[in-house]
């Protein structure tokens, strides 16, 4: 019989960077991802962000190492997997399943002109020491 998986939570706008600060820094305490997330938010409390870790973790977002004081806390998830499951349901729910739209939606007026060479360069394969030269 297969198992079950369990389904990979989604994090608010304010969990998300916290997992951002924690892909970056790797594990750590509720001090150190404060004094990280000060650099973004100068108005983030230390106890908002200690009760934020808390609630990651009971959502499953996040590992925590009770085997240490202070506790550390760490993503569950590897970013680029978190990533894709979003991005997948944000294609299925706004995009109607279609990747295209997606694309489309994001390159007007979302994309620099050296950024958009270089998405035309990988989508024709370019790829060779030539195309990579500045």
């Known amino acids: 019989m297969p198992q079950a998986t369990t389904p990979i939570p989604h994090p608010t706008a304010a969990e998300l960077d916290l997992l951002r600060i924690l892909w970056r820094i790797g594990a750590a305490d509720a001090k150190l991802v404060h004094e990280a997330l000060l650099e973004e938010r100068p108005d983030a409390t230390y106890a908002t962000v200690l009760r934020q870790l808390q609630v990651m973790y009971g959502k499953g977002l996040l590992t925590r190492d009770e085997s240490q004081r202070p506790q550390l806390y760490a993503p569950a998830q590897k970013q680029d997997k978190l990533q894709?499951?979003?991005?997948?349901?944000?294609?299925?729910?706004?995009?109607?399943?279609?990747?295209?739209?997606?694309?489309?939606?994001?390159?007007?007026?979302?994309?620099?002109?050296?950024?958009?060479?270089?998405?035309?360069?990988l989508l024709g394969g370019g790829n060779s020491k030539q195309d990579e030269a500045p």
Do not use: C, P
Request: hydrophobic share 50%.
């Open 84 to 121: 894709t499951h979003l991005l997948k349901d944000l294609i299925a729910k706004a995009f109607a399943g279609s990747g295209k739209a997606l694309v489309l939606a994001a390159l007007k007026g979302h994309v620099s002109a050296k950024e958009r060479a270089d998405i035309q360069r």
